[in-house]
């Protein structure tokens, strides 16, 4: 899935858009995607000037989007269905390694249990095999307009 199609899937955009592509996927099982990490990006201007790390925050928001692609994917909806994957909780986050420019973030999200419109997902974010980060992650649909 390139970025074209993750954008259809996801309502995310520039400069918030944090997967750039997606490698495989297992409907309702699990998904591996990544996000390349470069220099250019603006949160390197403050994160941290001679030292560039990507903030944890970022790490656990793509793993997120990850799991959302999943999880849009799994129900044969897009981004233009008026629906959003929001955030419900994060659990177990727990970061080994730091990320830095040149790095290509692997991210992979497990499906463990699905009730109603909340989804738990087992995710991981790795750079050469080495993991970075893990979290567990609670997601659930929410219609767009009754966030108004």
């Not at 199609?5 to 520039?14: F, G, K, N, T």
């Not at 790795?126 to 980060?133: E, F, I, N, W």
Request: with cysteine; glycine share 6%; aromatic share 10%.
């Amino acid at each position: 899935m390139n970025v074209n199609e993750i954008m259809a899937r996801l309502p995310h955009r520039y400069p918030f858009l944090l997967v750039d592509r997606v490698v495989e996927i297992e409907l309702n099982k699990r998904i591996e995607a990544y996000k390349n990490i470069t220099f250019n990006e603006d949160v390197f201007n403050g994160h941290f000037p001679g030292a560039p790390i990507f903030p944890g925050v970022m790490i656990i928001e793509a793993m997120a989007q990850t799991s959302g692609i999943l999880g849009f994917v799994s129900s044969g909806l897009n981004a233009d269905d008026g629906k959003l994957f929001l955030f419900a909780g994060v659990d177990k986050a727990r970061f080994k390694k730091p990320v830095v420019p040149g790095d290509k973030l692997v991210l992979t999200s497990e499906v463990d249990r699905v009730k109603r419109n909340m989804w738990r997902f087992n995710t991981t974010a790795s750079v050469d095999g080495q993991l970075c980060c893990e979290a567990t992650l609670l997601c659930a649909y929410q219609d767009r307009d009754k966030l108004a």
